[in-house]
Structure formats: C-alpha cells, structure tokens
C-alpha cells in the first residue's frame, strides 16, 4: 500500500509540467473557437493523441499510480487549460472506467484499445447511463436488455441522454434492465461495438457550457450484441442477480454496475472541478495585481484581497479532498464516510464559486467574452449536475454515515 503523502515524485511532476504545457500551449489557444463553435475539437484530440496524451497507455498508467494522484494530477492540468476541450479528450474515460470497474479481463483487453484508436485514427467512447425520466432517479431507468439464449444475444431498447460522445463514439457502453422486479439492483452494462444496426444518435444538445464536447441523445432500437458484450459474463449477472434477490428479502443494499463506474470517477470530476477553479483564479489574481482603480492596484483593497485568499484556501482545501479519496480508492479504502462523494461535491461547488468571485472581481470585463473568466464561469456549472448532482452527493454521505437510507 502506497503512503499517502501530499508530495508528487519527480516523475508524476514530470508528468504535471509536460501536459500542463499542452495544456497552455494546445488546448488554451484553442479554447474560445470551439466553444464558440460548439463542436468536438477533433484537432485537438489527436494533437493529444500524437503526443500520447490520449491513448490507452497514458490513461492506463495514470489509472494505476499506486499513489493514487495520476488521474487528479492530469485531470487538473487538462481542464486547467480548458473544460469543453478537456472533457473531450477525457470523456472516453468514463466508457474505460465502465468496462474497468465490471468487464473481464479479456473484455477489458478487447474493448478499450478500440475506445481510443490510434494517432492516425482516433476513436471516442460513450457511457451511456441517464435517460430522460432517470437521471439521479436511477431505479428508473427503462433501458431494456432481453436475453435471447437460441441466439446468445442481448437485445437493447430504450433511450439514453446526456452522453458524452453519444452517437459519434467507436464503443458505447450502455447500461440497461435486465431484472425490473430488482430496481436499480437489475441493472447490467452492455458494450454495443461500432457499426452495430439499431443504434442511432437522437438530439444533440446545444449547452450552456462545455461546448466543445458532444452531448446528445442515444437511440437504442432493437440492438442486437453478442452474449460476449454483457460486462463480466453472464455467470457472473446471474450470482449477482441471486445474490440482489437475497439481499432484497434481507433488506440489504447491493450496489449496481452504474454506480460503480460513478464511484471509481467521482474524485476524477472533482479534479477537473479543481482545475477550472485554478485556472480562474489564477486570471482574477492577475488582473487583481495589474487592474489600477483610484490610483492603485484593485487588489490593495481588502475587499478584492479577501476573495483571493479565501478562493485560494477552497481550492487548495478541495484538491486535498480529491487526492485523499483517489488515494483510498487505488489502495482498497473503503469510503466509509462517502469520501468520494465528499470530494466531488466539495470540488464542484467551489468551482462555481470560484469562477463567479473571478467574474466578479474582473468586474464589467468579466461579464465578456474577451476574458476566459466567463467561458470558465459557465463551464463550471456542469461539475455540479453530471454524475451525481451535488443534493446526490450529499444524500450519499447522509447515507454514508447516518446508515439510514434517506430520501
């Protein structure tokens, strides 16, 4: 078990300053054209890919840091330079943490190379989970998978929403229902691999912020996947399913494949939440120092001063979280005080807060979109909604330490 210290070794600082700089030199300049142009930066994707940041072997060896702080340490430089952008070179992440967290090894070795493809072809992924009635209201969902055992096939129907790369991806991981009597305890995760008839994107959704990734409806009409797609094997659903069946009589709680995934990346989003946050104060406190009202810099008044300091001390406080859940999560910690969710909702909240005092102290020129604060300032109203809304988030922790299934 690694120790858990607050120190990056020489080489994850490596790691940090090598994509910080793509970060400032890449995805920065690239920024306000794709947002404004509301489209997948593909450009920039494979400048990362050239470069190996998107590629199986970087997320792989970030995932397994056995101090935990790979993935936060990327996250955070990665959406320090810019969130839509970010998330489109990361969203693929989402799919691999799915098969990750419930494939087995030979579906793990088969369909994550396939989620990313190659510099010379690159390739996204999706996860798709919501729906438009069961967003947080997992036990919902209406997502259907039908086993046809003549066939050894699943066979998928329903409509998924809000999902990064959803329609454009390569691979799309799906969770649907496989027990309705078993509520959000039925639940499996399916890979639809590419080309497969029946899948189709729905509505592309036209967003507040984070426009340079993709959101958009996905079509499940009569998919038809091989037995081998079902996420850690049909045998292994099945002990599953039993084991809910017995629990649900006990009144104990199994957690479903969903939830997994969401569990294992909510510090990640909380990084990213962190990364923005920085990023905006990292603009307020230099306009702060240049920005002359009355003859002297804006921030020789306590006013501004005191916001700087406390945005500092809540983004200094919310990275602590994150890396303290990351590195439970590599080390086998339980989160026995929903430490991943604490890490989250902390993060997201003060992304927001953050981004709107940046505006703030910015004044009028923050309102615009000459300065990056506003772009930021929409974008961070995204880390409090996606994977567990923040009133999830701490409905999870009540949960956590209270031991009461609160609604």
């Known amino acids: 078990m690694a120790e858990f210290t ?3 070794n020489d080489e994850q600082k490596e790691v940090r300053d090598w994509l910080h700089g793509f970060a400032a030199d890449v995805i920065r300049p690239a920024a306000a054209e794709w947002d404004e142009r509301e489209e997948t930066p593909w450009p920039v994707i494979q400048e990362a890919a050239k470069v190996g940041i998107y590629s199986l072997d970087f997320y792989a060896q970030q995932y397994f840091d056995a101090t935990g702080l790979g993935i936060p340490m990327a996250m955070e430089e990665l959406f320090w330079g810019d969130a839509g952008i970010a998330l ?22 088969t369909w994550i190379p396939q989620m990313y493809g190659d510099a010379n072809d690159v390739k996204v992924a999706a996860f798709c989970s919501s729906e438009p009635d069961a967003g947080s209201d997992v036990a919902s969902m209406r997502t259907r998978a039908v086993y046809d055992e003549a066939k050894d096939e699943w066979v998928l129907n329903g409509t998924k929403t809000w999902a990064t790369n959803g329609g454009i991806a390569n691979v799309h991981v799906v969770v649907a229902v496989v ?3 078993l509520g959000s305890k039925g639940h499996a995760s399916f890979i639809v691999p590419p080309g497969t008839e029946g899948l189709t994107q729905g509505q592309k959704f036209k967003k507040h912020g984070i426009r340079a990734s993709h959101t ?3 079509v499940l009409d009569n998919v038809r996947v091989p037995g081998s797609c079902l996420l850690g094997g049909k045998e292994r659903l099945d002990e599953r399913l039993a084991r809910a069946r017995e629990k649900a009589k006990s009144g104990d709680r199994v957690k479903n494949a969903a939830m997994a995934t969401f569990e294992a990346s909510r510090p990640a989003v909380g990084a990213m939440a962190v990364g923005t946050a920085r990023a905006a104060y990292e603009v307020a406190l230099d306009y702060a120092k240049t920005r002359e009202q009355f003859g002297r810099p804006i921030i020789d008044n306590q006013g501004v001063a005191f916001q700087l300091a406390e945005m ?3 983004i200094d406080a919310a990275r602590l979280l994150v890396w303290r859940a990351s590195w439970m999560a590599i080390n086998g910690r339980p ?3 929903a430490e991943g969710s604490m890490s989250k909702l902390f993060a997201s909240e003060t992304a927001k807060k953050v981004t709107g005092q940046a505006i703030q102290i910015l ?6 979109r000459e300065y990056p604060v506003e772009r930021m300032h929409r974008d961070a109203a995204i880390y409090t909604i996606f994977e567990g809304t923040s009133e999830i988030q701490k409905l999870v922790i009540a949960r956590t330490l209270s031991g009461v299934a609160i609604r």
């Open 335 to 337: 989160f026995t005080a």
């Open 216 to 218: 958009a409806e996905v």
């Open 179 to 181: 027990d309705p009597d």
């Open 88 to 109: 489109s070179i990361v969203g693929t992440g989402l799919a691999a943490v799915g098969v990750l967290a419930n494939g087995t090894e030979e579906q793990i070795g």
């Open 312 to 314: 500092r001390t809540q």
């Open 6 to 8: 607050m120190e990056l």
């Open 363 to 368: 004044g009028g020129n923050g309102y615009t």
